[in-house]
Every structure is written in C-alpha cells, then in structure tokens.
C-alpha cells in the first residue's frame, strides 16, 4: 500500500482512505494503541444480556396517531412505550 491518496466517486470511500492512511502513519510513528491477537480474542460480541426483556406485540392505532408518533422522530416507539407504560391500569 502507498501512501497516495486515490480519489473516489464516493465521498464515503475518500473519508476511509484519508483515516486509513493516518492511522497507518501513527502506527509506523508508535503512536495510538494497537491491539493485539488476545485482546481480540478475549473480546465478547454484542449487547450484555437484559435482565429484562421486552416483548414484541401488534398494536392497531388510527393512522393519524401513527403518524403523529412518527413524526416526533427517531426513538418514537420507545417514548410510545414510555406513554403507555404509565397510563398503565394498576
């Protein structure tokens, strides 16, 4: 691999490149952390476990109230959730 940038259609790619390179340049310069064989061995994937987990449902709701929920943006359903959560009977 060189140390030449080679430019890309994708904007996305470009950004890759230019943060490969550096990191390469600080690993040849010892600076940063390099991980090693073990440290990713020792590694666990994923999420810990939930003590509690949740439950998938089907939930018929008037499409405007749907729609309203939707446009309050990204997390809508666990605020949903939350609201529902504490109208809950007792």
Do not use: C, Y
């Not at 790619?13 to 064989?37: H, P, W, Y």
């Not at 990204?74 to 529902?84: D, F, I, N, P, S």
């Amino acid at each position: 691999m060189t140390n030449e940038l080679t430019l890309h259609p994708d904007p996305e790619m470009n950004q890759f490149e230019q943060d490969l390179l550096l990191s390469i340049k600080q690993a040849k310069r010892g600076e940063g952390r390099v991980t090693t064989g073990e440290e990713i061995a020792r590694r666990v994937a994923g999420r810990p476990p939930l003590a509690v987990h949740k439950q998938p449902v089907t939930l018929r709701m008037a499409p405007d109230a749907l729609a309203k929920w939707r446009a309050s943006g990204k997390g809508w359903q666990t605020r949903a959730a939350g609201v529902l959560a504490a109208h809950a009977p007792a």
